[in-house]
Antibody
Framework: QVQLVESGGGVVQPGRSLRLSCAAS????????MHWVRQAPGKGLEWVAI????????YYEDSVKGRFTISRDNSKNTLYLQMNSLRAEDTAVYYC?????????????????WGQGTQVTVAS | DIQMTQSPSSLSASVGDRVTITCRAS??????LNWYQQKPGKAPNLLIY???SLQSGVPSRFSGSGSGTDFTLTISSLQPEDFATYYC?????????FGQGTKLEIK
């Protein structure tokens, strides 16, 4: 069965860095686009970033552009989110999610499987 | 960016009721509209994709409709397990955006 397991969250001071991981299993990871979606405490869902199945394309939400980097290692079936220059407003549960379908030029941009989430808290 | 506006923000209903949640996009998104259910402390769960297609394993009491800018999620007969928060999400363009959510509570 499809499983996505995030790790790497924690408490970090403003301005510092953190790297999240998402270990995938139960499907052919290298053929699916992947996303990060976050949810601040008591708030709604916010899309963060997408990476194509082969890593050829990446897109970001404006507030994280230039600070966050999405990447993947298809040999390890793992998705990453490198988060630099963290701010208090980045505090959230971060979910990885699978896109249902990507071609070489477009992805469906909806999410059929989600991980359980990892908490990131940015505080001094 | 495309703004997604859901209404109502919260809703009280009883088991067996028919419930409708609406979602409006700030521009034409054709049918690139998806609905999710989220229960407290859990990841969201895909219910409807492409405005009206039922995700595998989702009960048939859930249905979606609409196109262009106006969309609806309908639950035909509420069950106890349906009390949760519902989100719409546009997949027309990046950045993808979600509605603010509709919290469905027991009356």
């Amino acid at each position: 069965q499809v499983q996505l397991v995030e790790s790497g969250g924690g408490v970090v001071q403003p301005g510092r860095s953190l790297r999240l991981s998402c270990a995938a299993s139960g499907f052919t990871f290298s053929t699916y686009g992947m996303h990060w979606v976050r949810q601040a405490p008591g708030k709604g869902l916010e899309w963060v970033a997408i990476i194509w199945y082969d890593g050829s394309k990446k897109y970001y939400e404006d507030s994280v552009k230039g600070r966050f980097t999405i990447s993947r290692d298809n040999s390890k079936n793992t998705l990453y989110l490198q988060m630099n220059s963290l701010r208090a407003e980045d505090t959230a549960v971060y979910y990885c999610a699978r896109d249902t379908y990507c071609s070489s030029t477009t992805c469906s941009i909806y999410f059929d499987y989600w991980g359980q989430g990892t908490q990131v808290t940015v505080a001094s | 960016d495309i703004q997604m506006t859901q209404s109502p923000s919260s809703l009280s209903a009883s088991v067996g009721d028919r419930v409708t949640i609406t979602c409006r996009a700030s521009q034409n998104i054709i049918n690139y509209l998806n609905w999710y259910q989220q229960k407290p402390g859990k990841a969201p769960n895909l219910l409807i994709y492409a405005a009206s297609s039922l995700q595998s394993g989702v009960p048939s009491r859930f249905s979606g409709s609409g196109s262009g800018t106006d969309f609806t999620l309908t639950i035909s007969s509420l069950q106890p397990e349906d009390f949760a928060t519902y989100y719409c999400q546009q997949g027309y363009s990046t950045p993808s955006t979600f509605g603010q959510g509709t919290k469905l509570e027991i009356k």
